[in-house]
């Protein structure tokens, strides 16, 4: 979402002087760099860090910057500000060292899916390790560099000038670039992206003049501990310790293996190519072969029009207005308004993906009755901050020899393995997911399907159950199979994006 629906006011809970812009807000961004980096000379990288750290762009200046981009557009001048930005992660082995004789990696407290790191975890998420890049196999990673600008000249000056800053201290094994597309705020495929992004409970302000627990309509405001250390989390209904949590429930604070890591947070990096043409031609093969049309079918897929606008509320065809409208195109749940799919297919990757209220009727499971599906699915968010890469889809391409776009996808959470492992692993892969699911008429029980985006399975056979309900009487109930990838991971990294404090005066520069 965008960073004018956060406000100082809210902020006082939160030590946003500390905690890194990318986090809970985001970068100002038309262009990132990533820069993946290897520690050459730990002490003479320990000894320049906090220069580093003084450069780092803190949630409180992204948020300082907004204002000033506000007054920018208020003047009428035209003028497009120089904000350029920096943050920080180190991978495990990075982290080991800086902190030398006290390894992080030692710690029984710590996510052990980041210990392990992306690559390790590769084959659990269904990930095709020959599909990576070279760069991103093997521990030559210790850390990235986000460094973000209003375009690709102003990033590679800041980016070279930060490199130079640091010498031999490091060496740069890998660069990746993003761009906003044309279409700002859309996706490869066309379809409007981040639109479902968290609010978070002491920075966004309640905008929904119905319901004070959200942000915008339909944004859930979510306790800031699931997405960055040292503040309290949510409750999942599954912890006896709150048998009657709901998504409102505040948790304990969500405390780090070390006291150095609050206000730092663990950020997920992929590097997702998008096969658009692949896609396409899918789309228009399939459709033939249901009788349906094209858009509808996408949407379908999806969850949602290309202009942002959910099945839920506009079934049938695109509503433009609706999608432009972030009052309107977030204000909906599953459970009680498509317990047919005649809106919005249980397989549809923006249902896979956040299931919202749709745990809620579980049935088989009591901890998941009333609000309790709802107070498990939102211990699973993650807070987005991607950005495309690649350039516009042109006439002389074809498929098999598509050039490289998608997304630079990144993620941040308290916990990798329970939230986007998770969400990628037990939800997205997962074809039993949404768990439950029965047809109106008692005809049995549906098998959702693998989200048809992301979902990743051996031998990429993925099948969307019921693409097309036998609702109402007369339609042919049509399943769909799935045998190629329209999204390949090519590359991925965990890190942990320490606080600025933790960066100017803590172990890591000590």
Known sequence: ?????????????????????????????????????????????????????ALVTSTKSVMDREQDIKA???????????????NLGFTAPGLDKLLGNNPVTTSAMIDSSFVAGAQARAAVL??????????????????????????????NSHATSIVQLLGSAIAVVHEELGQTRPHRGFEHFGFQDGISQPGIRGLTPPMNPTDPEQGLPGQDLIHPGEFVFGYPGQVDRFDPSFPDATKETTGPIVEPPFVWMNDGAYMVFRRLEQRVLAFQKFVKDESRVLGMDE????????????????????????????GADATKNNHFEFQHEDASQRRCPYAAHIRKTYPRDDLNDAPGIPALAGEGGEASVQTRRLRRAGIPFGR?????????SEASRGLMFVCYQTSIIDQFEFVQKDWANNDTFVFGKGRPNGSGQVTPGHDPLIGQVAGDLRVVDELVPNYPTGNTRSSINITQRFVQATGAGYFFMPSIAALLHGPLSQ
């Open 295 to 322: 858009g509808l079918l996408a949407a379908r897929l999806v969850g949602r029009w290309p202009s942002g606008a959910p099945l839920v509320l506009a079934p049938l065809q695109d509503d433009a207005a609706l």
């Open 126 to 155: 269904g990930d095709e390790l020959d599909a990576w890049l070279p760069a991103f196999q093997g521990t030559k990673i210790d850390g990235v560099m986000l460094v973000t600008g209003p375009d690709e000249t102003k990033v």
């Open 1 to 53: 979402m965008s960073v004018q629906s956060f406000t100082h006011a809210a902020a006082t809970l939160l030590n946003i002087s500390n905690i890194q812009g990318d986090i809970l807000v985001g970068l100002q961004k038309d262009a990132e760099k990533f820069l993946f980096f290897t520690i050459t000379d730990v002490p003479a990288f320990k000894a320049r860090l906090p220069m580093l750290a």
């Open 392 to 400: 516009e889809v042109n006439d002389s391409e074809v498929i098999g």
């Open 72 to 86: 920018e557009k208020a003047s009428g001048s035209g003028t497009r500000l120089d904000l350029r930005g920096l």
